[in-house]
């Protein structure tokens, strides 16, 4: 553990040691070619003053590029961090439309597929509830399943109003109750019909690794 500390104080150091060291060693280079390829400077008749001048000015310009070059990684490092924030937001948002639509979807295909079968009780789904998801469908899903939940929701609402006057049999002679019960099985087989056509619609765009834009 002792060592460990001693890295992290001791590294800063060697840095800051190799860095002046390839600052020294950069200069001298550079008043060489000045000096001696290009002739356009005297290095020997320089004062100590002027050539510290120099030296701190070519390690202020290293030490510049150096604090350039390290807050460009940050920077960049910080919009990997933020590309990374976006994405888990929208993996968020796709999950939390997946639950909306699948609760969407299991309303409306257990209640309109158990129409003319089975109470609606039993199917642990109220006619509000199914009448909510199929408002829903408009915002979830696309136009078209829309229409079909839409169409489906009308053959159920006229099986249950044929249901009501079937109940009051008394009312009707046997050929209007003959009547009366054909209508109700055609809109109960409508309404069990277009729930397998919106089955068949919404199912792929239940699937959670679906690419889709949110």
Known sequence: MADVEDRKITNPVVRWVGNGMVAVAVTIFILYILDYQLGWIDCWAFEWGDFATLVTGAIAAIGA???GIRQSKISDRQTEILNHQVEIERISL????????MKCFSDIVVFAANTGFTDEKSTGVTFREFSMAVASVKFLFNEEIYDVAATMRRHVMSYRALRVDMDNWDRFDAEERSEQGKRSRRSAAAARDHSEMFEKLATPMMRIDRDERI
């Open 94 to 101: 796709r999950a939390e439309l997946y639950d909306r639509r």
């Open 65 to 67: 590029v150096w604090i």
